[in-house]
């Protein structure tokens, strides 16, 4: 999954991906309406005035409309105020970031140089960049846990195979009795990531939307677990997530059990809610799609918001 997305040469972050929306493999909520701009510049504004900080940084900003959207949305002298950063590892997706917002911002590829330049103070957000890092999956069988490993051949067929486990740290492994034959996928690489930059983070806060769900209620009536692939607005399961490598995104449902945990040795408070509460909370829905996207029986549910102390 590292390498179909994040491959320098041929992976679909670093390279193939052009566009989000209509025109590109899926859409996220910043493209149909402004409502998660306004409501993450109203927490914005609150976190930057309770902390003292100066900086907001997003983590993984797509095209940059979301960012556009939340400094609009700031108040006058809070923007003034404020230094803006974006972190992005996608060169594509960067070189379109500086189109949009020219010296408006400071761009990085990494959280720690934003932090080093903030000297460790600042409120960082996300949206959607969880579900982007590569997981691990695993299968219940008789003999416990097995993690499944993948074969290519020359001509790229992809054959599974279980292997004895190197057990990472997960609430999924531990705290749910899956049935035999359930598969789950572990956000490894995120919990590794989260362990480079959160020591060099002093004081702030930090929120994390994604889809997901807790430890208790993600696999539910998901027997295969959630990894599928998006490509051309169609979504692929089974074997299809292993065609089109570097061509098509790949993603995972999120475990904020597993977040909330993971972050502890660094995180004072913390603050789980539905998209629907955190968005009806900081502003006012105005359109058909605000309202859509406030349904607790569909987007407003399906994502979740995690709020962070530092």
Known sequence: MNLALHDPQRGYYARRIQSVGGRGDFTTAPMLSDLPGRAIARWADLALRETSCRDLIEVGPGEGLLTASVLKHLPLLRRLRTRMHLVETSTPLADR????????????????????????????????????????????????????????????????????????????????????????????????????????????????????????????????????????????DGSAIYQNIGRQDLTSDVNFTDLIQWSQPWTSTHHLQSLSAFLTNHAKPDSEIDRAMCDESGAGSAFQVLEQSR
């Open 97 to 236: 970031q500086k189109n949009l917002l020219g010296n408006r911002v400071h761009h990085h590829t990494d959280l720690k140089s934003a932090l080093a330049l903030c000297k460790g103070r600042a409120v960082i957000f996300s949206n959607e960049l969880v579900d982007a890092f590569p997981v691990r999956r695993f299968e219940s069988t008789s003999n416990g846990w097995r993690e499944i490993h993948v074969d290519l051949s020359p001509n790229s067929t992809a054959t599974e195979n279980l292997q004895p486990i190197h057990q990472p740290p997960s609430s999924s492994l531990w705290k749910i009795d899956f049935p035999t034959g359930q598969r789950i996928e572990i956000h490894h690489a995120y919990q590794q990531w989260l362990t480079k930059w959160m020591p060099d983070w002093h004081a702030g806060k930090i929120l994390t939307i994604d889809y997901g769900n807790t430890a208790d209620q993600l696999f539910h009536r998901r027997p295969h677990g959630t990894l599928r692939a998006y490509l051309l607005q169609q979504r692929l």
